[in-house]
């Protein structure tokens, strides 16, 4: 079983994630504008790729462990209804997407996870690039021609189903026993960010 290491940029965060297998977990790019909405908050150069896509791997909660510094893990989200976005309060760093505590899903935004484990041998291909059509500039056409979205979300959906039958969507290193947020979000609107960017 491999370990994969997981720090903040500046350290303070620290924690590993166990991946059986690059097959365990599923590595995307997506191009959503929540996701570049949620880049633009923290530090844009630095999380997005050259096309403005957010490099993830999704994994089962259980998956993941923080062994130092959790404390400095804040949460905001998009809308009320929107995905938990967790980053470090200390840098910055984007360190995760999830979805309510009953969905057993992990989104890790590749930034956090260390250099030398942020490889195909250790993460996998890129199995899909999701909402190509918010990529700027456009993907590449062998990019597009290739791309399998359909296939990688029956994937997600098999592997949530999977982690939730199997108990692996307990302990969340994001949520207590009780099901709460182990930090507060804030909610931040879209509408204000689309403001924002015009000031």
């Given at each position: 079983?491999?370990?994969?290491?997981?720090?903040?940029?500046?350290?303070?965060?620290?924690?590993?994630?166990?991946?059986?297998?690059?097959?365990?977990?599923?590595?995307?790019?997506?191009?959503?504008k929540?996701?570049q909405?949620?880049?633009?908050?923290?530090?844009?150069?630095?999380?997005?790729?050259?096309?403005r896509?957010?490099?993830?791997?999704?994994?089962?909660?259980?998956?993941?462990?923080?062994?130092?510094?959790?404390?400095h893990?804040?949460?905001?989200?998009?809308?009320?209804?929107?995905?938990?976005?967790?980053y470090?309060?200390?840098?910055?760093?984007?360190?995760?997407?999830?979805l309510?505590?009953?969905?057993?899903?992990?989104?890790?935004?590749?930034?956090?996870?260390?250099?030398?484990?942020?490889?195909?041998?250790?993460?996998?291909?890129?199995r899909?690039?999701?909402?190509?059509?918010?990529?700027n500039?456009?993907?590449?056409?062998?990019i597009l021609?290739?791309?399998?979205?359909?296939?990688?979300?029956?994937?997600?959906?098999?592997?949530?189903?999977?982690?939730?039958?199997?108990?692996k969507?307990?302990p969340?290193p994001?949520?207590d026993?009780?099901?709460?947020?182990?930090?507060?979000p804030e909610?931040?609107?879209?509408?204000?960010?689309?403001?924002?960017?015009?000031?």
């Amino acid at each position: 079983m491999a370990t994969i290491q997981l720090r903040c940029e500046c350290g303070k965060i620290q924690g590993k994630a166990e991946v059986p297998a690059p097959s365990s977990g599923n590595r995307v790019v997506c191009y959503c504008k929540d996701c570049q909405a949620f880049a633009e908050q923290l530090s844009p150069e630095r999380i997005l790729t050259a096309h403005r896509g957010t490099a993830i791997f999704q994994l089962s909660p259980a998956s993941v462990q923080w062994t130092n510094g959790s404390e400095h893990i804040r949460c905001l989200r998009l809308s009320p209804e929107g995905l938990f976005r967790w980053y470090a309060g200390c840098c910055k760093t984007p360190i995760a997407n999830t979805l309510k505590p009953g969905f057993p899903f992990v989104g890790l935004i590749e930034k956090v996870i260390s250099a030398q484990d942020r490889t195909e041998e250790r993460l996998g291909p890129v199995r899909a690039h999701a909402y190509p059509q918010h990529a700027n500039p456009p993907l590449p056409e062998d990019i597009l021609r290739n791309n399998r979205v359909w296939p990688m979300m029956i994937r997600v959906l098999l592997k949530i189903l999977g982690w939730k039958l199997t108990g692996k969507g307990r302990p969340n290193p994001f949520f207590d026993r009780h099901s709460q947020p182990m930090s507060q979000p804030e909610i931040v609107s879209t509408k204000k960010l689309k403001h924002d960017e015009t000031l």
